[in-house]
């Protein structure tokens, strides 16, 4: 069964104890899971998160939404880099542990904002795929799947569709590494969005769902929606559906949150509509689909 989950960053800026009563929130909303963003900056009791996840029934999820050390990059050319990247994911592993999350995903193979405009030299990719073993089996050893996250290539060239995750996926041959594809990054990549689901079959863990401008699923963007229920179908796709955006009624002048995270336009004001619509339009697509 397809499991519905939100992203912290719809409702706060910052994961922290006095937060938790968005957990209420996202059950209250008839969400099955929480995204939560972890990163240097990000400070809360784990046993808390986790005892009210637990009693709610709900799924956590985590992801490096926080301060994240450009240098921690498990694709650069150092190699003390790449150990620090290691490091530092493995850290991020041990507090998804600790709120009991059964995933940790993102754009784990790089950073985000990291740009060489070059591909990958065969060098490159080979310890690209050996540090996302070791941070596989680190997560498999703590219970944690690790799910990589292509992203549009304004935002890293490491790996930019889903065609090229796979290939990676395959290339590190790790039974705890899958695949998360997001459809807004994917529309500046790709034009066949069935075929990129399609190829993931076996790896795809979920799907971040949301428009080309971040705003909620719908009829009105350009995301091919009736070719990705298609598609989802067709695989007999049963995981997560993750949305996320930011929420532009935060900071000290309304908006500030949402500019600093590069979304220049309010399309998630309401965090409680943004879930309500959107889960509402991805069922009803999936119905409609035959799922």
Same mark, same amino acid.
């Given at each position: 069964? &397809?499991?519905?989950?939100?992203?912290?960053?719809?409702? !706060?800026?910052?994961?922290?104890?006095?937060? &938790?009563?968005?957990?209420?929130?996202?059950?209250?909303?008839?969400?099955?899971?929480?995204?939560?963003?972890?990163?240097?900056?990000?400070?809360?009791?784990?046993?808390?998160?986790?005892?009210?996840?637990?009693?709610?029934?709900?799924?956590?999820?985590?992801?490096?939404?926080?301060?994240?050390?450009?240098?921690?990059?498990?694709?650069?050319?150092?190699?003390?880099?790449?150990?620090?990247?290691? !490091?530092?994911?493995?850290?991020?592993?041990?507090?998804?542990?600790?709120?009991?999350?059964?995933?940790?995903?993102?754009?784990?193979?790089?950073?985000?904002?990291?740009?060489?405009?070059?591909?990958?030299?065969?060098?490159?990719?080979?310890?690209?795929?050996?540090?996302?073993?070791?941070?596989?089996?680190?997560?498999?050893?703590?219970?944690?799947? &690790?799910?990589?996250?292509?992203?549009?290539?304004?935002?890293?060239?490491?790996?930019? !569709?889903?065609?090229?995750?796979?290939?990676?996926?395959?290339?590190?041959?790790?039974?705890?590494?899958?695949?998360?594809?997001?459809?807004?990054?994917?529309?500046?990549?790709?034009?066949?969005?069935?075929?990129? &689901?399609?190829?993931?079959?076996?790896?795809?863990?979920?799907?971040?769902?949301?428009?080309?401008?971040?705003?909620?699923?719908?009829?009105?963007?350009?995301?091919?929606?009736?070719?990705?229920?298609?598609?989802?179908?067709?695989?007999?796709?049963?995981?997560?559906?993750?949305?996320?955006?930011?929420?532009?009624?935060?900071?000290?002048?309304?908006?500030?949150?949402?500019?600093?995270?590069?979304?220049?336009?309010?399309?998630?004001?309401?965090?409680?509509?943004?879930?309500?619509?959107?889960?509402?339009?991805?069922?009803?697509?999936?119905?409609?689909?035959?799922?």
């Amino acid at each position: 069964m &397809i499991k519905h989950s939100a992203h912290c960053y719809i409702f !706060t800026d910052r994961w922290s104890d006095d937060q &938790i009563g968005l957990l209420d929130i996202a059950r209250d909303l008839d969400l099955d899971g929480f995204e939560i963003a972890t990163g240097d900056d990000v400070a809360f009791d784990p046993a808390l998160t986790r005892q009210r996840a637990q009693s709610l029934g709900l799924e956590l999820t985590i992801s490096p939404g926080g301060l994240w050390p450009r240098e921690c990059d498990l694709s650069n050319p150092d190699a003390a880099n790449r150990a620090r990247g290691l !490091t530092w994911h493995c850290r991020q592993v041990d507090t998804g542990a600790s709120i009991g999350a059964t995933a940790y995903t993102g754009a784990l193979y790089g950073h985000p904002g990291v740009l060489h405009y070059r591909p990958l030299s065969d060098d490159e990719q080979g310890w690209l795929a050996e540090g996302l073993f070791k941070l596989a089996d680190y997560g498999q050893r703590q219970g944690v799947q &690790i799910v990589i996250e292509p992203m549009s290539h304004f935002r890293t060239h490491v790996l930019n !569709t889903g065609a090229q995750a796979v290939r990676m996926i395959e290339k590190v041959n790790h039974p705890n590494l899958s695949l998360l594809l997001d459809t807004y990054h994917l529309v500046t990549e790709v034009r066949d969005y069935g075929e990129q &689901i399609r190829l993931a079959r076996g790896s795809l863990w979920g799907l971040h769902a949301c428009e080309n401008d971040r705003g909620a699923p719908g009829d009105n963007g350009l995301i091919p929606w009736n070719a990705v229920f298609t598609a989802l179908h067709a695989i007999g796709f049963d995981g997560h559906m993750v949305l996320e955006s930011y929420n532009s009624t935060i900071g000290a002048t309304p908006g500030d949150f949402a500019y600093s995270r590069g979304m220049m336009h309010h399309v998630c004001e309401d965090g409680q509509a943004f879930v309500r619509d959107s889960v509402a339009f991805l069922k009803a697509g999936m119905k409609a689909a035959g799922g």
